[in-house]
């Protein structure tokens, strides 16, 4: 089965409301990070975070190891937020396996 | 200045040619991988190289073959094209791979097979 399943595959909000995404995993892991993808293509690393919480403006990551998740939540969401956010896991060695994604549509 | 090169941005080829796509980082970074991204599939790892070295590869095809002339260098060779080949690649790189660091991504090459 998938290692990496994402959730919700999509999600439309309207600006200003909070959204939470969702990254669950079906092994152990080394490393965990969130990517925004922009319509068009190119991936930003937004959090690198194996474990515990991480802030950066309104944007929060939590991992919880025990429990094979990680989520995002993005605070007072803004058009620019639009796009794909993707999670990646490093199960050992080199090889990163990512989610399928969360398409996030933030309208006026 | 963009840190992660990919040459070229777009590129149309015909089946049964071959092609390379370029890959250079100026991150100081140790290792470099390849991915592809298709319209059907989730982002998928294809190659990770350390220090110049291939470390993991994960694509079944042969006639994908990853070159490394130079540390900051991972180019991507692929020969006897096919129009499932169509996808982005994207290059990436990382502090040391291996263990805990973040990647950093390239813009990508989008590559179109008739």
């Known amino acids: 089965g998938q290692q990496v399943q994402q959730s919700p595959t999509s999600l439309v909000l309207q600006e200003g409301e909070n959204a939470e995404l969702q990254c669950n995993f079906s092994?152990?892991?080394?490393?965990m990070q969130w990517f925004y993808q922009r319509p068009g293509g190119s991936l930003v690393s937004v959090f690198y975070n194996p474990s515990g919480t991480k802030q950066s403006g309104r944007l929060t990551s939590t991992t919880v190891i025990k429990e094979r998740r990680s989520s995002l939540h993005i605070s007072s969401s803004q058009i620019t937020d639009s796009g794909t956010y993707l999670c990646a896991i490093r199960t050992g060695g080199y090889k990163v396996v990512f989610g399928s994604g969360t398409r996030l549509l933030v309208s006026p | 200045d963009p840190k992660i090169i990919q040459k070229p941005k777009y590129l149309v080829a015909v089946t049964g040619s071959e092609k390379i796509l370029i890959c250079e980082q100026y991150?100081?970074?140790?290792?470099m991988y390849w991915y592809r991204q298709s319209a059907k599939k989730p982002l998928e790892f294809m190659f990770s190289y350390s220090y110049q070295k291939l470390m993991d590869n994960q694509t079944a095809s042969s006639r994908f073959q990853p070159q490394s002339s130079k540390k900051n260098h991972l180019d991507l060779q692929i020969t006897a094209l096919k129009p499932d080949d169509s996808a982005t690649y994207f290059c990436a790189s990382s502090q040391e791979g291996g263990g805990a660091d973040t990647q950093y991504f390239g813009p990508g090459t989008r590559l179109l097979v008739l």
């Open positions: 991150l100081g970074h140790n290792a």
């Open positions: 092994t152990s892991l080394n490393s």
